[in-house]
C-alpha cells in the first residue's frame, strides 16, 4: 500500500473526525478538540494520506522542553497491520532526534495488546500506570517511555 506521512491541515479535519469515531467510538475526540490540537502550535498533526488523498491514519503529539507525548493516534481498521503507525511514530521520533527530545511517552490500554506489542518492538518500555485513565470504557493506562539515547 502506498501513502505518504505528511502534515495535517484543517482540510483533513472530516476525515480525522470521521476515523476518530469508527476507532474511538466509545470516547471520541470532538471536532473541536481536534481543531484546537490542530491549531495549537506545541502540538505536531501528522497524517498517513494514501495517494488519493484518503486518510488511513495520524497522529498527534505535544513536545515541551525535552519531551515528547503522543496524544493520539490511530489507524483505519481496514489498513491495520500494514506499517502506518510504525510510520507516524518514526516520523515522531525523527522530530525527537532532531528538536533534542530525550524522552518520548505514550499511553496505551492494558486490554490493547497489539498496539503493547508495537511500541515494545519500537522500544518503548513501561514506566507506570494512570489508574482508570480511560473513561469508556474505564480502564487504567500503561505509560510507556522511550529514550532517544538508547534507539538508533
Avoid at 476515523?19 to 470532538?30: G, H, V
Avoid at 488511513?56 to 489507524?75: K, M, P, R, S
Avoid at 499511553?107 to 480511560?134: C, H, I, M, T, W
Avoid at 470504557?137 to 534507539?151: F, G, H, R, Y
Wanted: a negative charge; proline letters at 4%.
Amino acid at each position: 500500500m502506498n501513502y505518504q506521512i505528511t502534515p495535517m491541515t484543517s482540510a483533513h479535519l472530516d476525515q480525522v473526525e470521521a476515523l476518530e469515531k469508527i476507532c474511538f467510538p466509545e470516547d471520541p475526540w470532538s471536532r473541536k478538540l481536534l481543531q484546537e490540537a490542530l491549531e495549537n502550535e506545541n502540538t505536531t498533526s501528522l497524517l498517513a494520506l494514501s495517494e488519493d488523498g484518503r486518510v488511513l491514519g495520524y497522529l498527534f503529539f505535544t513536545a515541551v522542553l525535552d519531551e515528547g507525548g503522543v496524544d493520539n493516534i490511530a489507524v483505519h481498521p481496514e489498513v491495520r497491520r500494514q506499517g502506518i503507525a510504525s510510520a507516524l511514530l518514526g516520523a515522531f521520533h525523527r522530530y525527537g532526534r532532531e528538536h533534542g527530545l530525550v524522552n518520548l511517552f505514550l499511553e496505551v490500554r492494558p486490554s490493547n495488546q497489539k498496539a503493547f506489542a508495537l511500541y515494545e518492538k519500537l522500544g518503548y518500555r513501561e514506566a507506570g500506570r494512570r489508574k482508570n485513565y480511560y473513561l469508556a470504557p474505564k480502564e487504567d493506562a500503561i505509560i510507556m517511555k522511550l529514550e532517544l539515547s538508547t534507539c538508533i
